[in-house]
């Protein structure tokens, strides 16, 4: 069964940092181009943070310099690490294949605010 269990959201105050981590049962994420995703209630999922195969990496204006994937193959672990947080990045947060896969963990979620 695959599975991907997001952790290390919560409540910081703006300027703040996070670091979010996913694990995966079943996928090898050294086999497959995987991302972050956010979604806020009502709105559709974004990608935030992608990286290929190779370690490229890609995000949109958004996010640009302020978060940074990466993933440490032999825990099978992938990270986004995000500093300077503002209250518009309040969401959950989710870690997928990059394009998704046909299901999604829980998402952890991220809420910046004083």
């Known amino acids: 069964q695959w599975q991907l269990a997001e952790s290390g959201g919560g409540l910081v105050q703006p300027g703040g940092s996070l670091r979010l981590s996913c694990k995966a049962s079943?996928?090898?994420?050294?086999?497959?181009?995987m991302g972050w995703y956010r979604q806020v209630r009502g709105k559709q999922r974004e990608l935030v943070a992608g990286?290929?195969?190779?370690?490229?990496?890609n995000y949109p204006d958004s996010v640009k310099g302020r978060f940074t994937i990466s993933r440490d193959s032999a825990k099978n672990t992938l990270y986004l690490q995000m500093n300077s947080l503002q209250p518009e990045d309040t969401a959950v947060y989710y870690c997928?294949?990059?394009?998704?896969?046909?299901?999604w963990g829980q998402g952890t979620q991220v809420t910046v605010s004083s």
């Open positions: 997928n294949g990059n394009p998704a896969f046909d299901f």
């Open positions: 079943g996928i090898s994420f050294r086999n497959n181009p």
């Open positions: 990286i290929t195969l190779t370690g490229m990496t």
